[in-house]
């Protein structure tokens, strides 16, 4: 089973801030918080990931709060290609240990 | 680079056959995985292969089984189908070697399969 909670659906404005939580409530010492986004009929995108400091690429933004129990990505400026499942997954850091996927949020930008 | 390739992207099979499905990794990719996704019970792991080896293994029935060759493609084979093997069935690959610090997978579009 997934070990993290989010939202089922989020909306967001086109060039607006779009901020997706993740409760991971249970996450361990050596587990990573990984970010990857489904658009309609594609295969996921991963997107970035981070262990307990925030992280950004050119993608997106990670922050991890300092007890690591949640996290919160962000897209600086949403754009209708941004339009997707967001899924955040919590993962050992070696071993290339399954991705567990959960529900993720539907997030849809709206011009 | 060339990204993660699976063949066919469409399939329609009938109850009862077998089905074998393709996924060419990005070069230099050792590990492949295998994900089945439906609109019930979302994206679930399959299996991984590394080094032609399978290295995990996730909760499905023995009619689900795969194989990776010396080039890191890999193939997955479903057989006896059934209309609940209907899904799009993702690969994914990544550089991670055993014992390695995760990197992040890279998916390929899928292959979405109906049983008919």
């Known amino acids: 089973d997934a070990k993290t909670t989010q939202p089922t659906s989020m909306d967001c404005a086109e060039g607006r801030a779009a901020n997706l939580p993740c409760n991971h409530s249970t996450i361990s010492g050596n587990e990573y918080v990984y970010w990857y986004r489904q658009i309609h009929s594609q295969g996921p995108q991963y997107i970035i990931h981070?262990?307990?400091n925030n992280e950004t690429n050119e993608m997106a933004s990670l922050i991890i709060t300092e007890d690591r129990k949640s996290s919160t990505l962000i897209l600086p400026h949403a754009t209708l290609r941004d339009t997707a499942v967001y899924y955040c997954i919590v993962r050992v850091g070696v071993g290339n240990t399954p991705l567990v996927f959960g529900k993720g949020t539907r997030l849809s930008v709206i011009a | 680079k060339a990204g993660v390739t699976q063949t066919p992207r469409y399939l329609i099979k009938t109850r009862g056959q077998q089905v074998t499905l393709s996924c060419s990794p990005i070069s230099g990719h050792r590990s492949v995985s295998w994900y089945q996704q439906t609109p019930g019970q979302g994206l679930q792991f399959l299996f991984e292969?590394?080094?032609?080896?399978?290295?995990n293994k996730g909760n499905f029935p023995g009619r689900f089984s795969g194989r990776q060759f010396s080039n890191s493609r890999s193939e997955m084979n479903v057989s006896t189908l059934e209309l609940g093997d209907s899904a799009l069935y993702l690969c994914?690959?990544?550089?991670?070697?055993?014992?390695?610090?995760?990197?992040?997978?890279?998916f390929g579009q899928g292959t979405r399969l109906t049983v008919v």
């Open positions: 981070g262990l307990k």
């Open positions: 292969y590394f080094s032609e080896t399978q290295r």
């Open positions: 994914a690959s990544s550089s991670a070697a055993l014992r390695a610090r995760n990197t992040e997978a890279f």
